[in-house]
Nanobody, 123 residues
């Protein structure tokens, strides 16, 4: 399953962006889906995940209260609404489909990855 992440861009601190993730083929409506990010020179880190129904979510403490993950299985889409963006949120954001239907924070639990979309937040 190839995933397509989109919606990144250049914004100012305090602005909002909404990222989207969709599989290019098949469906991921039965999979947990996560968002990870990788800033220049840093390791890829977990941001947020959602289970297959959208009922269970996990957030990194650094984004909790500012970011919201949601999914629309009828449209085969997962979204990441990012509010009150900060310069430290600057990174390439990747969506990933899990090996199971659960929401997890571990990279090893994700089998399919998208190519990433760049989010740049200026101060």
């Amino acid at each position: 399953v190839q995933l397509q992440a989109s919606g990144g861009g250049l914004v100012q601190a305090g602005d909002s962006l909404r990222l989207s993730c969709a599989p290019s083929r098949r469906t991921f409506s039965n999979n947990g889906v996560g968002w990870f990010r990788q800033a220049p020179g840093k390791e890829r880190e977990f941001v947020v995940s959602v289970d297959w129904r959208g009922g269970t979510t996990y957030y990194s403490p650094s984004v909790k209260g500012r970011f919201t993950i949601s999914r629309d299985n009828a449209k085969n889409m997962v979204y990441l609404q990012m509010n009150r963006l900060r310069p430290e949120d600057t990174a390439v954001y990747y969506c990933a489909a899990g090996r199971s239907s659960y929401a997890t924070s571990q990279r090893r639990d994700y089998q399919y990855w998208g190519q990433g979309t760049l989010v740049t937040v200026s101060s």
